[in-house]
């Protein structure tokens, strides 16, 4: 079911005077640590009559990401998993100059107490917030009286050696072909999304058609490979095999791609949106010396994949 949700534009919409609980923070790839925050907005809202909120920038633009330009989700994702844990007002603002240079005390001002009428504000122990990231939770504690909210410190959760589970550590998992690990500190399987597009027309030849993707967003892309994935197609799921690459095979220096071969499936779904699922890695992309070694080994990754579903998946 589709949870009913509203989206307030900070930017362009009046201010919005109901009572809220608002969660602040990047929340890039809504991980467990982020589902926690989450579940204590719902809880104190439901105690106080408040609306689950969050705050969440309109632009991918977060500086404290620094050099690394790639995501685990985009806004349209943090919606869709936010909604389904229950957050239902989802105020949005620019990331820009304006935003950028205001201080601490402004942006308690303006946003939490003005645009955003907070009475309960949840963050985790290290939020930065304000010009240069200089405002704290102590600075959020100082102005509780004069702006009448209170201020919910939500503990980290932890990853299994003890370090606090991090959208930067999971990136570096997904970059390293450590699926099962992200996925674990995700609560999900890692998703990316984008539209099928023309490739080369080689792999209906090779018996194994390919659907290629233009991702829809700059998603963190997982190291070369092949993976048991789960692809959505006009709303349904198919196993099937996702190749991560340049086809060595055929070809030397090309652009990556990202290109399923789908189970169980004979459509052509050419310009269509389809999301991907990685499951689990099954081996890192080789250069065969002919299109049959290929085919052989594609052959082997197939049932590896259906043996694997067999085994941990039904
Ligand atoms: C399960 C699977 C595994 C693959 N593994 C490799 C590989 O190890 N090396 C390689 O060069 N290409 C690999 N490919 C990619 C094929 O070369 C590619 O699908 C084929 O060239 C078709 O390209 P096209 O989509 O442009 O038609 C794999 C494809 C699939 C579906
Ligand atoms: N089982 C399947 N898995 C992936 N794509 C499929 C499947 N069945 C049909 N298709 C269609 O065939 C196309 C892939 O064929 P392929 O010969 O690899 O062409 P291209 O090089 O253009 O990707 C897909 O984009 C899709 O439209």
Redesign the pocket.
């Known amino acids: 079911m589709k949870e009913k949700i509203r989206i307030y534009d900070l930017n362009s919409d009046l201010p919005d005077l109901e009572k809220k609980v608002v969660s602040l923070g990047y929340f890039d790839g809504v991980h467990l640590g982020h589902q926690k925050l989450m579940k204590r907005n719902v809880d104190l809202s439901k105690k106080y009559g408040y609306t689950p909120s969050i705050l969440l920038f309109k632009e991918n633009t977060k500086t404290t990401v620094k050099d690394d330009k790639r995501y685990l989700s985009s806004l349209e994702d943090k919606v869709e998993i936010l909604s389904q844990l229950g957050i239902k007002t989802f105020c949005l603002v620019n990331f820009d100059e304006n935003f950028m240079k205001l201080s601490p005390t402004d942006f308690i001002k303006t946003i939490i107490a003005e645009k955003l009428n907070a009475k309960i504000i949840i963050v985790g122990d290290d939020y930065r917030f304000g010009y240069k990231a200089s405002g704290t939770v102590d600075t959020l504690r100082e102005y509780e009286n004069i702006f009448a909210y209170i201020t919910d410190v939500v503990d980290f959760e932890m990853e299994d050696d003890h370090a606090k589970i991090s959208s930067g550590h999971l990136r570096n998992f997904i970059r390293n072909g450590e699926i099962k690990k992200a996925n674990k500190y995700l609560g999900r399987p890692y998703k990316i999304r984008g539209k ?11 018996n ?5 993707l233009d991702l829809s967003f700059p998603y963190v892309i997982p190291t070369d490979g092949v993976y048991l994935t789960i692809t959505n197609i006009r709303g349904k799921d ?1 196993y ?1 095999l996702t190749n991560i690459g340049s086809n060595p095979t055929f070809e030397e220096g090309d652009d990556k791609k990202i ?12 310009d ?1 949106d389809i999301s991907v699922e990685f499951i689990e890695f099954l081996r890192p992309d080789f250069k065969f010396n002919s299109a049959e070694e290929l085919i052989a080994q594609m052959d082997k990754d197939k049932e590896n994949g259906l043996n694997y579903i067999e085994k941990h998946l039904k």
């Open positions: 099928v597009v023309h490739g080369k027309r080689r792999g209906r030849l090779l194994f058609p390919t659907a290629n198919y099937g290109e399923t071969f789908i189970f169980d499936f004979n459509d052509s779904i050419y269509e």
